[in-house]
């Protein structure tokens, strides 16, 4: 009996396929597309004008000081590492955009450039360089001074879509690839008033160099999430607050060296095989908009803050022959201006 029962159910289940040949196929759309013209294809071009402001843990690695003073009878030294601050700074961010009709998908491919730079010095008490040649050859200086400079070149591809989830709040989903460069060079200059020898400090009298490079490349997948609430409107304006999250695991490579050089004359070398390792991005931006809708154009501006995260960036060996891991942030404010036709 149990045979026959489940011979019926199958022969059940086959005819009623075989009279609705359609049943697992999508019937319409379930989230309509935020795209003005529905079923057509469209372009779009955007250029974003960034004023950021870098931030590196571990920064104040290149010296330590030391000082001391006298309070009555006591003597009292201070050790001090005084952190390197960099400057805000200007760069852009350039996009293309092509709209599909299938899905009503789009596809969108960015360039972003960022320079920055950091300056500091260094006077009086017992300074110690901290990188690792300048370390090893025992000067010591009663003066330095180091220029820092970061260099940020990245290209992101993603495919996305952007549909309503209510009358007024939409997403854009989307996965896709990032890759690019972030170089460090890092110049120091030290006046040296002494020098060890066998153990015995010597006094001289020389300006010695040291020169840093800590440069990565990577690439990876991508991927994240646009949001944006309307929140005021007429027939042909309105203004919404926008929020992106998005996070790229790369496959990296990190590229160290270490030259110190004095006119004694020496050279100290520090070559590090290069490294090859994941590198983590988590990106956050958050803002006001505006949207203007006009013969079949849509014009947009945004204002927001944006923050990057870059996980162990910074990884120049230091006198303890090991590599930094130190934090990368980049943060500060963005202005868009987006043509959709």
């Not at 989830?165 to 939409?170: K, M, N």
């Not at 949001?227 to 999250?245: C, E, N, P, Q, V």
């Not at 956050?284 to 014009?299: E, Q, R, S, V």
């Amino acid at each position: 009996m149990s045979v026959s029962v489940f011979r019926a159910f199958f022969l059940s289940l086959s005819f009623s396929l075989l009279a609705d040949p359609l049943s697992f196929e999508p019937r319409g759309v379930a989230n309509l597309s935020t795209r003005l013209e529905e079923d057509s294809a469209s372009f779009d071009v955007s250029g974003e004008f960034l004023i950021w402001f870098a931030s590196e843990e571990l920064s104040s690695a290149w010296f330590s000081q030391i000082t001391t003073r006298i309070e009555g009878f006591n003597v009292i030294d201070t050790f001090s590492a005084p952190s390197l601050s960099f400057d805000w700074d200007v760069g852009f961010r350039v996009g293309l955009g092509y709209g599909m009709k299938y899905d009503e998908w789009d596809t969108q491919l960015s360039w972003a450039r960022f320079n920055t730079s950091a300056q500091n010095e260094v006077s009086g008490g017992v300074i110690l360089p901290e990188f690792f040649g300048a370390f090893l050859h025992g000067d010591g200086p009663d003066f330095g001074k180091i220029d820092w400079s970061l260099f940020y070149n990245m290209i992101d591809w993603d495919l996305g879509r952007s549909y309503w989830v209510s009358d007024h709040l939409s997403f854009r989903p989307f996965f896709g690839l990032q890759g690019g460069s972030i170089h460090q060079t890092i110049d120091s200059q030290w006046h040296v008033v002494s020098q060890s020898v066998n153990g015995v400090s010597i006094p001289v009298n020389y300006i010695a160099h040291e020169n840093l490079h800590n440069n990565f490349w990577g690439i990876g997948p991508l991927g994240g999430i646009n949001t944006k609430w309307i929140w005021g409107h007429t027939s042909a304006y309105r203004f919404h607050l926008f929020g992106d999250l998005s996070s790229a695991w790369m496959w990296g490579v990190w590229a160290c060296d270490d030259v110190y050089t004095n006119p004694t004359p020496a050279t100290i070398s520090t070559n590090m095989p290069d490294s090859t390792l994941g590198a983590l991005m988590l990106r956050g931006i958050m803002g006001l908009g505006w949207d203007a809708a006009i013969n079949k154009i849509n014009f947009s501006l945004q204002l927001g803050f944006e923050t990057q995260f870059w996980l162990n960036q910074l990884r120049i060996p230091t006198f303890q022959q090991l590599r930094l891991h130190g934090d990368l942030t980049l943060q500060g404010g963005t202005f868009k201006a987006r043509l959709d036709y």
